[in-house]
C-alpha cells in the first residue's frame, strides 16, 4: 500500500514538472518569435483596421491602413492616401492584437521602398502635400526621386502643375519626409 502511495505521488509530482517545464518552454518561444518581429510586421496585422499614428514632426494622423511596405504605411483618410514613412512613427494606436507573420522582403520587397513609392507618385503627377519632421508643410508635385532626395515643384495644392503655378523647385532630402498627402478628392 505504501509503495502505490510513493509511486502515485511521485508520478503526479513528476506530472507537474512536465506541464511547468512545457509552460515555460512555450512561454520561452512566444518571447522568441515576438522578439524577432518587426515593427512592419506588428504593425500589418491592422491592414484594413483604423489606426491613428503619432509621427515626428506631423502630430497624430489617422486613417484606415491599407497596405504595408518596408519602411512605409499607406493609409486611407477618407478617400485622402497618407504616405508614411516608418522611420517617423512614434506610436501606433488601434492595431489590436493581430500580428502579420514575420516575412522576409526578399529581393523585389526590398525594393518596394519609399523611394518607389515616391517615384509612383512622381509618375501619376499626383498634387501632394510634403509634411517633414520639423513639422514644414510643402505642396506641389514630386517631380524627380533621387537616391536620397526628391524634387518638389511648389505650386498650391489645388493647381495643376503648370509652367504659371510653379513658384519653384526645391529639393526635399527623404530622411527629412514624415508623411505624403494626395490633394482632397473632389465632390464626387
Known amino acids: 500500500m505504501r509503495w502505490q502511495q510513493l509511486f502515485a505521488d511521485l508520478e503526479a509530482r513528476f506530472d507537474a514538472e512536465q506541464v511547468a517545464a512545457e509552460r515555460a518552454e512555450t512561454s520561452s518561444r512566444s518571447r522568441h518569435e515576438i522578439g524577432g518581429l518587426r515593427f512592419v510586421d506588428r504593425v500589418g496585422g491592422a491592414i484594413g483596421s483604423p489606426v491613428v499614428l503619432l509621427c515626428r514632426g ?12 518596408t519602411d512605409w504605411l499607406l493609409l486611407d483618410d477618407d478617400g485622402r492616401e497618407v504616405l508614411v514613412a516608418t522611420a517617423a512613427v512614434r506610436a501606433v494606436s488601434g492595431l489590436g492584437r493581430q500580428t502579420a507573420a514575420a516575412r522576409d522582403a526578399g529581393s523585389v520587397g526590398s525594393r518596394l521602398d519609399l523611394r518607389r513609392a515616391l517615384r509612383g507618385l512622381a509618375r501619376d503627377r499626383a498634387a501632394v502635400q510634403v509634411v517633414l519632421d520639423d513639422g514644414t508643410a510643402l505642396h506641389g508635385t514630386i517631380d524627380r526621386v533621387g537616391a536620397d532626395y526628391l524634387e518638389l515643384a511648389e505650386h498650391p495644392i489645388d493647381l495643376h502643375r503648370r509652367a504659371g503655378a510653379v513658384q519653384g523647385v526645391r529639393t526635399v532630402v527623404i530622411d527629412a519626409v514624415v508623411l505624403i498627402r494626395t490633394a482632397q478628392p473632389g465632390p464626387g
Do not use: D, K, N, P
Not at 506631423?58 to 511596405?69: D, F, I, K, P, W
Open 58 to 69: 506631423a502630430g497624430q494622423v489617422s486613417g484606415a491602413l491599407s497596405e504595408v511596405g
